[in-house]
């Protein structure tokens, strides 16, 4: 857990330059939970974020917003599907993937959950050095 909550705090994305709170999701190169810490610390930054993901990997975005939604820290405020034109890695042929974003907001006890969830941590973290 300690080298996700790193990873976190060290990630440098290339999303949109112009959408500092966008995180587009891949089903393959992060575990989910990396995915969902990462979305708790933007919406401390930026109070809402934006998951992204193509695919396969939608099924991922859509369960970190229920994780975020049922732990009681994110209301959705947008949904957006579309489709978008791709070329295909064998032959560059065009083909059409389905995109899907959802915009998170935090809830009103978004801050106390969080710090709760942080003295938490700290007593497990002193009960095992201890």
Do not use: C, W
């Amino acid at each position: 857990m300690e080298e996700i909550t790193q990873g976190v705090n060290n990630i440098n994305l290339t999303a949109d330059s112009h959408k500092k709170n966008r995180i587009q999701v891949s089903n393959t190169k992060k575990p989910l939970f990396f995915y969902v810490n990462l979305a708790k610390r933007y919406m401390q930054q930026h109070n809402e974020v934006e998951l992204s993901a193509l695919g396969m990997a939608i099924a991922t975005v859509v369960t970190i917003a229920e994780i975020l939604k049922n732990n009681g820290l994110a209301v959705e405020k947008k949904i957006t599907t579309s489709t978008v034109d791709m070329k295909e890695d064998m032959r560059g042929r065009p083909v059409q993937k389905a995109k899907i974003e959802i915009l998170l907001g935090k809830t009103e006890n978004f801050d106390e959950l969080m710090a709760a969830s942080a003295e938490e941590r700290d007593i497990v973290d002193g009960e095992v050095q201890g």
